[in-house]
């Protein structure tokens, strides 16, 4: 197999282990919201980011330990920093959505509610893998490839290898 089906493979592994802690994620944030929603007097922005916080806790320690948990581990307080950075711009994100279609379009039925909720956390879950795995969890370097620098990406003409004629 190749190195670039090795890769396809690894990317479509950590696309469903994202998948199967984001995919709990989202019910913990629906039944949440919901429950906060029916439960209590307070707006439905303000309910839904409540669910949207749950949500980011319970899929932190989803992702730390199940979907990266082979990613680096050495420098946690920014891991933790960068995780919440981009978990708040993905908060503004998923309610950002909510909150125009309640206050902007008046689509504010319970069903409404849940549509637009769950638009806002799909358009948000873009951003958050991105970003998760682009600079929350760094993956470590790769055992497979030589760290050789690559030339063309160093704009470095790359010199031939030498041959034993060369050599002195």
Known sequence: MGHGAS???????????????GGAGVLVNLVVFNLVRHTTDLQVVRASVIATVVAIVFNYVGFRYFTY???????????MTLFLLFSAIGLVI????????????????PL???????????????????SYRSWVFRALPSRETPAIPDPVLQNEPASPPKTKQQVP
């Open 94 to 109: 998923e309610n950002g959505v909510l909150y125009t279609a309640t206050y902007g379009f008046g689509w504010d039925t």
């Open 69 to 79: 948990r082979d990613r680096d581990k050495s420098r946690r307080t920014r891991e």
């Open 112 to 130: 409404q509610n849940n549509v637009f909720k769950f638009l806002g956390i799909g358009v948000a879950t873009l951003f958050r893998f991105w």
């Open 7 to 21: 890769r396809l493979r690894r990317l479509v592994h950590e696309v469903a282990k994202f998948g199967a802690v």
